[in-house]
Protein backbone atom coordinates (compact mmCIF):
# COMPACT_ATOMS: atom_id res chain seq x y z
CA UNK A 1 0.00 0.00 0.00
CA UNK A 2 1.64 3.35 -0.83
CA UNK A 3 1.09 5.28 2.16
CA UNK A 4 2.18 8.67 0.43
CA UNK A 5 -0.58 8.42 -1.95
CA UNK A 6 -2.92 8.22 0.81
CA UNK A 7 -1.20 11.10 2.67
CA UNK A 8 -1.26 13.05 -0.49
CA UNK A 9 -5.13 12.83 -0.95
CA UNK A 10 -5.48 13.70 2.92
CA UNK A 11 -3.39 16.92 2.27
CA UNK A 12 -5.20 17.97 -0.60
CA UNK A 13 -8.66 16.92 0.70
CA UNK A 14 -7.59 19.34 4.15
CA UNK A 15 -6.64 22.03 1.63
CA UNK A 16 -9.62 21.41 0.13
CA UNK A 17 -11.66 21.86 3.57
CA UNK A 18 -9.74 24.60 4.73
CA UNK A 19 -10.26 26.57 1.09
CA UNK A 20 -14.02 25.68 1.31
CA UNK A 21 -13.90 27.17 5.09
CA UNK A 22 -12.20 30.30 3.66
CA UNK A 23 -14.56 30.84 1.22
CA UNK A 24 -17.64 30.20 3.47
CA UNK A 25 -16.32 33.09 5.63
CA UNK A 26 -15.73 35.75 2.87
CA UNK A 27 -19.47 34.77 1.48
CA UNK A 28 -20.51 35.90 5.10
CA UNK A 29 -18.80 39.16 5.41
CA UNK A 30 -19.73 40.32 2.35
CA UNK A 31 -23.29 39.85 3.61
CA UNK A 32 -22.40 41.74 6.54
CA UNK A 33 -21.99 38.89 8.89
CA UNK A 34 -19.64 39.82 11.80
CA UNK A 35 -19.02 39.97 15.47
CA UNK A 36 -21.91 43.01 17.56
CA UNK A 37 -22.70 43.52 20.33
CA UNK A 38 -25.90 43.77 19.91
CA UNK A 39 -27.79 41.21 21.88
CA UNK A 40 -29.46 37.62 20.05
CA UNK A 41 -32.89 37.34 21.19
CA UNK A 42 -35.33 34.65 19.98
CA UNK A 43 -38.24 37.13 20.56
CA UNK A 44 -39.00 40.17 20.47
CA UNK A 45 -36.23 42.42 18.73
CA UNK A 46 -34.14 44.44 21.34
CA UNK A 47 -34.75 48.11 21.40
CA UNK A 48 -32.29 50.15 19.56
CA UNK A 49 -33.61 53.40 21.46
CA UNK A 50 -31.01 55.47 22.63
CA UNK A 51 -32.35 57.85 25.31
CA UNK A 52 -29.91 60.49 24.25
CA UNK A 53 -30.52 63.94 22.06
CA UNK A 54 -27.76 65.02 19.42
CA UNK A 55 -24.75 66.88 21.18
CA UNK A 56 -25.86 69.76 19.01
CA UNK A 57 -29.75 69.90 20.89
CA UNK A 58 -28.18 69.13 23.60
CA UNK A 59 -25.65 71.84 24.13
CA UNK A 60 -28.04 74.57 22.62
CA UNK A 61 -27.33 78.16 23.96
CA UNK A 62 -29.71 80.05 25.56
CA UNK A 63 -30.31 83.49 23.94
CA UNK A 64 -31.33 87.05 26.11
CA UNK A 65 -34.34 86.76 27.92
CA UNK A 66 -34.04 82.48 27.86
CA UNK A 67 -32.43 80.26 30.11
CA UNK A 68 -31.50 76.57 29.94
CA UNK A 69 -34.00 74.03 31.92
CA UNK A 70 -33.62 70.17 32.60
CA UNK A 71 -37.58 69.00 31.36
CA UNK A 72 -38.29 65.53 32.11
CA UNK A 73 -39.85 63.02 29.34
CA UNK A 74 -40.10 59.21 29.20
CA UNK A 75 -37.25 57.10 27.54
CA UNK A 76 -37.37 53.10 27.93
CA UNK A 77 -39.40 52.86 31.13
CA UNK A 78 -37.70 55.86 32.99
CA UNK A 79 -37.79 59.65 33.59
CA UNK A 80 -35.06 61.76 32.02
CA UNK A 81 -34.02 64.92 31.67
CA UNK A 82 -33.48 66.47 28.32
CA UNK A 83 -32.20 70.24 28.10
CA UNK A 84 -34.28 72.67 26.15
CA UNK A 85 -34.51 76.73 25.71
CA UNK A 86 -37.13 78.29 27.96
CA UNK A 87 -38.31 82.03 28.58
CA UNK A 88 -36.99 82.80 32.05
CA UNK A 89 -39.66 82.86 34.09
CA UNK A 90 -38.27 85.09 37.05
CA UNK A 91 -38.66 83.40 41.23
CA UNK A 92 -41.92 83.18 40.63
CA UNK A 93 -43.25 79.95 41.81
CA UNK A 94 -46.45 79.60 40.02
CA UNK A 95 -45.28 81.58 36.82
CA UNK A 96 -42.25 79.09 37.05
CA UNK A 97 -44.81 76.32 37.30
CA UNK A 98 -46.60 77.35 34.71
CA UNK A 99 -43.97 77.91 31.96
CA UNK A 100 -42.24 74.10 32.55
CA UNK A 101 -45.82 72.14 32.64
CA UNK A 102 -45.93 73.81 29.07
CA UNK A 103 -42.85 72.85 28.42
CA UNK A 104 -44.12 68.81 29.29
CA UNK A 105 -47.10 69.45 27.29
CA UNK A 106 -45.13 70.23 24.01
CA UNK A 107 -44.50 67.52 21.59
CA UNK A 108 -41.03 66.40 21.82
CA UNK A 109 -39.28 68.13 18.88
CA UNK A 110 -37.41 65.80 16.07
CA UNK A 111 -34.28 64.92 18.01
CA UNK A 112 -36.32 63.98 21.27
CA UNK A 113 -38.22 61.88 19.31
CA UNK A 114 -35.37 60.14 17.24
CA UNK A 115 -33.88 59.69 20.64
CA UNK A 116 -36.70 57.59 21.97
CA UNK A 117 -38.27 60.34 24.40
CA UNK A 118 -42.00 60.95 24.74
CA UNK A 119 -44.29 62.82 27.29
CA UNK A 120 -47.36 61.06 29.09
CA UNK A 121 -48.24 64.32 30.51
CA UNK A 122 -51.64 65.00 28.98
CA UNK A 123 -52.50 68.49 27.32
CA UNK A 124 -54.65 70.61 28.49
CA UNK A 125 -53.25 69.95 32.07
CA UNK A 126 -53.32 73.20 34.28
CA UNK A 127 -51.26 74.07 37.59
CA UNK A 128 -52.57 76.91 40.36
CA UNK A 129 -51.27 77.76 43.45
CA UNK A 130 -52.34 76.50 46.84
CA UNK A 131 -55.55 76.31 48.40
CA UNK A 132 -56.53 77.48 51.64
CA UNK A 133 -54.29 75.73 54.57
CA UNK A 134 -52.01 74.42 52.14
CA UNK A 135 -48.62 74.74 52.46
CA UNK A 136 -47.24 77.69 50.63
CA UNK A 137 -45.41 75.58 48.25
CA UNK A 138 -48.02 73.38 47.10
CA UNK A 139 -49.27 73.60 43.68
CA UNK A 140 -52.88 72.29 42.78
CA UNK A 141 -53.25 70.90 39.42
CA UNK A 142 -56.83 70.78 37.60
CA UNK A 143 -56.32 66.46 37.67
CA UNK A 144 -55.75 64.81 40.39
CA UNK A 145 -52.07 63.36 40.09
CA UNK A 146 -52.71 59.83 41.01
CA UNK A 147 -55.98 59.75 38.15
CA UNK A 148 -52.39 61.14 35.37
CA UNK A 149 -51.17 58.51 32.71
CA UNK A 150 -48.29 56.67 33.94
CA UNK A 151 -45.07 58.87 34.29
CA UNK A 152 -46.55 61.84 33.92
CA UNK A 153 -46.31 62.70 37.75
CA UNK A 154 -43.18 61.87 37.77
CA UNK A 155 -41.79 64.04 34.41
CA UNK A 156 -43.77 66.63 36.83
CA UNK A 157 -41.88 66.74 39.99
CA UNK A 158 -38.50 66.54 38.77
CA UNK A 159 -39.13 68.91 36.64
CA UNK A 160 -40.32 71.43 38.94
CA UNK A 161 -37.63 69.74 42.09
CA UNK A 162 -34.86 72.25 41.79
CA UNK A 163 -36.54 75.25 40.58
CA UNK A 164 -39.07 77.90 41.55
CA UNK A 165 -41.80 75.74 40.92
CA UNK A 166 -40.21 73.33 43.85
CA UNK A 167 -39.90 73.78 48.00
CA UNK A 168 -36.69 74.79 48.88
CA UNK A 169 -35.47 71.22 50.02
CA UNK A 170 -36.25 70.08 46.31
CA UNK A 171 -39.25 68.33 46.73
CA UNK A 172 -42.71 69.16 45.51
CA UNK A 173 -45.61 69.40 46.67
CA UNK A 174 -49.38 68.69 44.31
CA UNK A 175 -52.57 68.32 44.81
CA UNK A 176 -55.52 67.86 42.60
CA UNK A 177 -58.23 70.29 42.37
CA UNK A 178 -60.50 69.43 45.19
CA UNK A 179 -58.99 71.51 48.13
CA UNK A 180 -60.76 69.00 50.35
CA UNK A 181 -58.23 66.56 49.09
CA UNK A 182 -54.95 66.63 51.35
CA UNK A 183 -51.40 67.32 49.33
CA UNK A 184 -48.77 65.17 48.75
CA UNK A 185 -45.18 65.92 49.00
CA UNK A 186 -42.60 63.88 46.48
CA UNK A 187 -39.30 63.37 45.71
CA UNK A 188 -37.49 63.10 42.59
CA UNK A 189 -35.96 59.90 43.64
CA UNK A 190 -34.95 56.98 41.36
CA UNK A 191 -37.54 54.88 42.68
CA UNK A 192 -40.72 57.82 41.06
CA UNK A 193 -38.26 58.03 37.70
CA UNK A 194 -38.33 54.21 37.33
CA UNK A 195 -42.09 53.60 38.74
CA UNK A 196 -45.18 53.94 36.53
CA UNK A 197 -47.24 55.45 39.64
CA UNK A 198 -46.49 57.60 42.78
CA UNK A 199 -44.41 55.17 45.26
CA UNK A 200 -46.36 54.56 48.23
CA UNK A 201 -43.48 56.17 50.05
CA UNK A 202 -44.13 59.55 49.55
CA UNK A 203 -44.27 61.21 52.57
CA UNK A 204 -47.89 62.85 52.73
CA UNK A 205 -47.95 66.65 53.48
CA UNK A 206 -51.63 67.08 54.69
CA UNK A 207 -53.05 70.44 54.83
CA UNK A 208 -52.87 72.34 58.16
CA UNK A 209 -57.20 72.31 58.06
CA UNK A 210 -57.29 68.95 57.45
CA UNK A 211 -55.13 67.90 60.51
CA UNK A 212 -57.12 69.62 62.67
CA UNK A 213 -60.69 68.92 61.62
CA UNK A 214 -59.19 65.12 62.00
CA UNK A 215 -60.44 64.12 58.67
CA UNK A 216 -58.12 60.91 57.46
Known amino acids: MDHTAGTAGLTRR ?6 AALLLGTVAAGCGIRATSVPVDAGAAPSRVSCAVPEAAATATARPGTTTAAVYLVCSQRVSPVQRVVARPG ?3 LATARL ?6 RKPDPAEEHGGFTSEVPGGLAVRGPADGDPPEALRLSQDPDDLPSYAVGQLV ?3 AGTAAGAGDR ?3 LGGPDPHHRVERYRCDDALRTQPLPPSASTPSASPSES ?3 QP
Open 100 to 105: LLAELE
Open 14 to 19: GWRAAG
Open 158 to 160: CTF
Open 212 to 214: ESG
Open 91 to 93: GDR
Open 171 to 173: SVV
